[in-house]
């Protein structure tokens, strides 16, 4: 049976959560990062996007901003929630970088 793992550490501590579905786990993923970045609503979102000197540098000022609500996020797919995974994850590669934050997932394949 294949399983998907949440695994990541904050600030040397180490946490995991295993879910029975890809969906599942990529939520949990973006409700993480989202969450350690301190992205409660648009406006937080937009301000988290506009602080990353790399991103800015590249991309410049942004208007829109990764998608962040729940509910909203719910509703895709899996490819598109990793697909705004990935994004929030750029957002955090400083703090990934300097091993303060880390988040990745896999599956997992257990035998009974």
Do not use: P
């Not at 962040?68 to 697909?83: A, G, I, R, V």
Request: include cysteine.
């Amino acid at each position: 049976m294949k399983v998907w793992v949440m695994q990541g550490s904050y600030e040397g501590e180490l946490f995991s959560s295993v879910h029975l579905t890809q969906k599942g786990c990529a939520l949990a993923c973006i409700l993480d990062i989202t969450e350690f970045l301190g992205v409660e609503d648009e406006e937080t979102a937009l301000e988290v996007m506009n602080s990353c000197n790399a991103y800015r540098e590249t991309d410049g000022e942004q208007t829109e901003a990764f998608e962040w609500d729940h509910n909203k996020l719910k509703e895709m797919t899996s490819e598109q929630l990793w697909k705004i995974f990935a994004d929030w994850c750029e957002m955090s590669w400083d703090r990934m970088a300097d091993r303060t934050y880390y988040l990745d997932a896999n599956a997992v394949e257990i035998q009974g």
